[in-house]
């Protein structure tokens, strides 16, 4: 039963001579242009749709080709698997400062797995992960224990995690902050497809081959195919909406967030979903790791470098609360395309690619105002 249903069967049942004072407030029928603007990435949205007609009229007509719009979408999407994570953590009422340096340490694991160890790339893969995975488990469990607030443990992991990035990498490598060798000791994995290289390649050849996309004077597509980091963003959202939106974990993340004392009073077991929700930030940092190393063919200590900020800030844009409860995976899709399309297409302009830094900062300040001033306003919330 809808809400709206809700509230017309109680108000058939009241008297008709009932004064409108009597009713309860909860009750009342609320009209779409409310709904509307109490969804969380709604300011994303309209963010992303302003950033492309800017785009439209200064950057070159380029931007917008089919190979222009994945140079696009595979940044976002690295950035984006982070923020997904990022908007259920801060949905659940924390958050995790050390996702970027995350980046660069998962590097520095999958390769002393990888190359150095010469374990199997699925070994490798998981021994990453489930390293990753323990590292979020002690960042929730610090913060569940010592009641610090999340920001100052995930500060301080920030620290501690490049900086063992940084030791780790010059003990591996004889003294120097890059890794090589990823390609040629994965090139033989069944399973590389899934984490490096381009989804779909031969439809983009077919299409190619019938004139639909554009290609190279050799026949082959001048766009190989989707990023796979596209591929894994995409799911990653389907995945955190479904979760959110459609099981009790969902209403367990919302409710942490929103009034842990009343959660727990309530049956929500905070602490496990709280530190559930740090394994899932650790772990998506990782896998962005993965993905970037073996496309890459390298790591370094300095990768992932401010991503935890942009991160948090692509939640917000997408319509996250700081004080937590209230959030979408959506709204950090579409902020984490509008970091995607601003970074690449400011290469397509005329324009200093720096003021990207100056962007970084309005985006966070007029997204805080719109999520906390607009919706307030408009569903009357105090």
């Not at 190619?208 to 591929?231: E, F, K, M």
């Not at 004392?261 to 309530?266: E, I, L, T, V």
Request: one cysteine or more.
């Amino acid at each position: 039963m809808t809400p709206g249903t809700i509230d017309r069967t109680i108000d058939a049942a009241m008297p008709a001579t009932a004064p409108a004072a009597d009713r309860d407030e909860r009750l009342r029928q609320t009209g779409a242009f409310t709904q509307l603007m109490r969804r969380p990435e709604l300011g994303a949205i309209g963010g992303l749709i302003v950033v492309v007609a800017f785009f439209a009229v200064t950057a070159s007509a380029s931007m917008f080709s089919l190979d222009g719009l994945m140079s696009v979408l595979n940044p976002a999407a690295q950035l984006g698997i982070m923020a997904i994570a990022a908007s259920l953590l801060m949905i659940g009422g924390e958050f995790d400062l050390s996702i970027g340096s995350m980046v660069a340490f998962a590097g520095l694991v999958f390769g002393v797995l990888l190359v150095s160890w010469h374990l199997p790339l699925p070994v490798a893969i998981a021994g990453t992960l489930v390293a990753a995975g323990l590292i979020g488990a002690l960042n929730g469990q610090l913060v569940i224990r010592t009641r610090l607030p999340s920001f100052i443990v995930t500060l301080a992991f920030l620290f501690i995690l490049r900086g063992l990035s940084l030791v780790g990498l010059k003990i591996v490598t004889g003294g120097s902050t890059q890794m090589r060798g990823f390609t040629d000791a994965s090139a033989d994995s069944l399973i590389r497809p899934l984490f490096s290289g381009s989804a779909f390649s031969g439809l983009f050849g077919w299409l190619a081959h019938h004139g639909i996309v554009a290609s190279l004077p050799d026949g082959s597509p001048a766009t190989q195919g989707i990023p796979i980091a596209v591929v894994w963003f995409v799911v990653f959202t389907a995945l955190a909406t479904w979760v959110l939106l459609r099981t009790r974990l969902g209403n367990w993340i919302f409710a942490s967030g929103g009034d842990s004392n009343a959660a727990r009073n309530s049956g929500v077991p905070v602490d496990r979903v709280k530190t559930g929700l740090f394994v899932f930030s650790s772990v998506a940092a990782a896998l962005v790791a993965i993905l970037t190393v073996l496309d890459a063919g390298s790591t370094d200590a300095m990768r992932g470098q401010q991503k935890e900020f942009q991160a948090v800030i692509a939640a917000v844009i997408g319509g996250c609360l700081l004080t937590g409860g209230y959030g979408s995976a959506v709204g950090a899709f579409f902020g984490s395309v509008i970091f995607g399309t601003v970074s690449i297409g400011l290469t397509y302009t005329q324009f200093d690619s720096d003021w990207f830094q100056v962007f970084l900062g309005a985006m966070l300040l007029i997204a805080v105002i719109f999520n906390n001033q607009l919706r307030r306003k408009v569903t009357g919330e105090r």
